[in-house]
């Protein structure tokens, strides 16, 4: 009896998950495909082909739901490692590292990204404050090993912001067509000319 009990219960929670990861996979793609501001739990639940109401209870809230997502897509990328970057002491060096790693995430992830990006406004809070965070972590470990002055810090650090920014790559990159590496010498090279003035 306790067998055939711990089988069903065993084959219960296989079955939530199965249709937890079949939410969770849903979500991921109608980011993917439309962007966070489209998606809808209608249309979640009609990819995943469960109700409104199964959605919910496992995933009671947005953040809930962009947290799993976030978690699942991320699980299959290669994101950059900002924090081995502090190793590399010449800030131009440092800057073409921390770059190569950060266009190939976007080159590897630009269908997400985009929307992601593009949809920001319409994260959950805690997501946008995760990107903004993260955002701002890899702009600082880049600006500090050229010291700026007073003076050099605004320029700098903006200089910073534009060609770690998902949109510079991408203008460049996609739309501009230039291959990575073209880019990267670009920014390093506006980036000594600025400290140079």
Known sequence: MSSSRSYEMRRRAEHVDATRRRIVEAAVELHGSVGPAATTVMG???????????????????????????????????????????????????????????????????????????DVDHLPASRRREVVARDTVIRDLLVAPYRPKAREKKVISALVAHVTSFWTWRSLCVDGGLDDGQVIDLCVALLRTARAR
């Open 44 to 118: 979640i639940a009609e990819l995943a082909g469960v109700t409104r109401a199964t959605v919910y209870r496992h995933f009671p809230d947005d953040d809930t739901l962009f947290t799993a997502c976030s978690a699942h897509w991320m699980a299959g990328q290669h994101p950059p490692d900002p924090a081995s970057w502090s190793a590399i002491p010449d800030p131009d060096e440092r800057l073409r590292h921390g770059l190569g790693e950060l266009y190939r995430f976007y080159r590897e992830g630009e269908p997400m990204l985009r929307r992601i990006y593009r």
